[in-house]
């Protein structure tokens, strides 16, 4: 026996900019992330309910360019602060301007985020940075038990490949006798 599904209720102008509040008070979102988010609650009520989509959009449009105005999103300042996330967590460079990409952050908003990160960490080399963040994390190579890593060599190689790690990087890591070795360079 399956439930009923709920149809949800006709949006409205001030619907949506509820909706637009409940989101940006729980999530960092980019303008276009939660364009999308909005969009969806519309195309569902052009659904159940015919609500013009040109309204939707026109709703939308205007809620966001109100947000932006009052400063509450800002996609220079979303992107900073999820690019420092994702490198604190390991992520490669290539990763982060893809997962900002999808996000809808322009190239130049990227580029002052990756500038704002170095910075930030005042490193030589994030990506070598992010690389043993992630293998520290995931106890990858020099983090590894001892009598296990040659067992593993070919695992850890691949899973710092399939994270964006060029194969070079992914070898000096993995095969660094310790953890003091990665940090001393």
Do not use: C
Request: aromatic residues 6%.
């Amino acid at each position: 026996m399956s439930q009923e599904q709920k149809i949800p209720r006709p949006v409205s102008a001030q619907s949506l900019r509820n909706a637009a509040l409940r989101y940006i008070d729980r999530f960092a979102t980019s303008r276009e992330n939660l364009r999308q988010v909005l969009m969806r609650r519309v195309q569902k009520s052009n659904y159940y309910h015919d609500t013009p989509l040109e309204d939707g959009i026109n709703w939308i449009n205007t809620i966001l360019d109100q947000l932006e105005q009052a400063n509450f999103i800002n996609d220079q300042r979303y992107a900073e602060g999820r690019a420092g996330a994702l490198h604190r967590k390991g992520t490669s460079l290539r990763v982060i301007q893809m997962k900002l990409k999808e996000k809808g952050i322009s190239d130049q908003d990227i580029a002052h985020a990756l500038n704002a990160l170095r910075e930030e960490t005042q490193s030589e080399n994030l990506e070598r940075d992010a690389a043993i963040a992630l293998a520290r994390r995931r106890r990858l190579g020099p983090w590894r038990l001892p009598e296990k890593r040659e067992d593993f060599k070919d695992k850890d190689l691949g899973a710092l490949a399939r994270a964006g790690f060029s194969y070079d990087l992914a070898r000096d890591i993995i095969e660094a006798d310790s953890p003091e070795d990665l940090e001393e360079i």
